[in-house]
């Protein structure tokens, strides 16, 4: 089992939630996205196809293969596009507050990276990342989020973070979505701000795997950072039934 976290997040987002997957029995492994956590910084592409190929050589270093893959955001793009490349590799999908279409109109987009040059993109960023969480949150949360800002700010992290931003675009992950085949659950949070509509995007998603979705009241982007017990209880039932690829 594979934890991938979003852009801007690193692997410290799933804390909460491994020791619970552990707990059960599963094998767990958690990475950072390039340029973030301890990754290195210096990529040639920091996109989602890239970020499908980290993955998938993760799970062949560990000998995992076939994988369940929990992704989220930029990271569930990423599963999603694995799966359809290296179907034999990915077991299950387990998508949370997932990117895998492009949101909003084009000129938004580009604003936001403007908004993140320096010198004012650091603060800028932390508070509309601050703004992603829900109304309930770990005891751990302010010096987590404070951590994770100050991972941001070692040499080349800022310059990864807006190659990340610059070159994402899911629209490949979009296109993947057909051809994938794995079982696949969308776990979604009710106050998630980063969708105008949480749960029509959620169903949708799911529609388009043939998937389920759950929804995690109250929480944001970030539901197993911050309702760990209750993004594990979705889990359970879904993890315990027989992978499928259709």
């Known amino acids: 089992m594979l934890c991938v976290p979003g852009m801007g997040e690193n692997r410290a987002s799933f804390r909460h939630l491994v020791p619970l997957l552990a707990d059960a029995g599963y094998r767990v492994a958690v990475m950072d996205l390039r340029g973030h956590g301890d990754s290195s910084a210096e990529f040639s592409s920091y996109d989602d196809p890239a970020t499908a190929g980290d993955l998938l050589a993760v799970v062949d270093a560990l000998g995992g293969a076939p994988a369940t893959i929990i ?17 034999e590799s990915i077991a299950k999908l387990v998508l949370i507050g997932p990117f895998v279409r492009d949101h909003g109109p084009a000129g938004l987009r580009t604003l936001m990276r403007l908004m993140l040059l320096r010198p004012w ?32 700010r070692r040499p080349g992290r800022w310059r990864a973070f807006q190659s990340t931003v610059r070159e994402v675009t899911h629209a490949p992950a979009e296109a993947a ?31 388009a795997l043939q998937g389920e979705h759950r929804m995690i009241p109250g929480a944001g982007h970030y539901p ?9 209880a979705e889990l359970r039932d879904f993890l315990s039934k027989e992978a499928s690829h259709g």
């Open 71 to 87: 992704g989220n955001s930029m990271g569930a793009a990423a599963a999603v596009i694995a799966a359809a490349d290296r179907p």
């Open 177 to 207: 979505l057909p051809r994938v085949h794995a079982p696949a659950l969308v776990i979604m949070g009710s106050r998630d701000r980063d969708f105008p509509d949480p749960e029509a995007e959620a169903r949708w998603i799911a529609d």
């Open 224 to 232: 197993m950072a911050e309702q760990a017990d209750a993004v594990f």
């Open 121 to 152: 993109g650091p603060a800028v960023w932390r508070g509309y990342a601050s703004s992603l969480f829900g109304g309930i949150r770990p005891d751990d949360h302010e010096e987590q989020f404070g951590h994770t800002m100050a991972l941001l």
